[in-house]
Nanobody
Framework: QVQLVESGGGLVQAGGSLRLSCAASGRTFSRYCMGWFRQAPGKEREFVVAITANGGYTYYRDSVKGRFTISRDNANNTVYLQMNSLKPEDTAVYSC????????????????WGQGTQVIVSA
């Protein structure tokens, strides 16, 4: 069982930066692929980025490449999402999730989810 708690969301102007954190409970965090997803008002949830259990591989959706960076600290059971050059279209609730897969962008393959943190980017 893994419990996930996100933090770091907020209101930022376009072009600004935020760093999201996802703290995980349990001693098996380092075995899980971790992903970030987002859901904007009135839209479907979409994949943002994922990182393998050992942090060696990552996969980003095209629209965030070069702006977002995922990282993890297995010693502290935390995954981060550094978001730079934010755009209004990045506004969404961001959720982290844990999967037993090696690396996946499919939401149904994630076993545990956090509650999400709101990110609002003003124009």
């Amino acid at each position: 069982q893994v419990q996930l708690v996100e933090s770091g969301g907020g209101l930022v102007q376009a072009g600004g930066s935020l760093r999201l954190s996802c703290a995980a409970s349990g001693r098996t965090f380092s075995r899980y692929c971790m992903g970030w997803f987002r859901q904007a008002p009135g839209k479907e949830r979409e994949f943002v980025v994922a990182i393998t259990a050992n942090g060696g591989y990552t996969y980003y959706r095209d629209s965030v490449k070069g702006r977002f960076t995922i990282s993890r600290d297995n010693a502290n059971n935390t995954v981060y999402l550094q978001m730079n050059s934010l755009k209004p279209e990045d506004t969404a609730v961001y959720s982290c999730a844990a999967s037993r897969e090696t690396l996946t962008l499919e939401a149904f393959r994630y076993d545990y989810w956090g509650q999400g943190t709101q990110v609002i980017v003003s124009a």
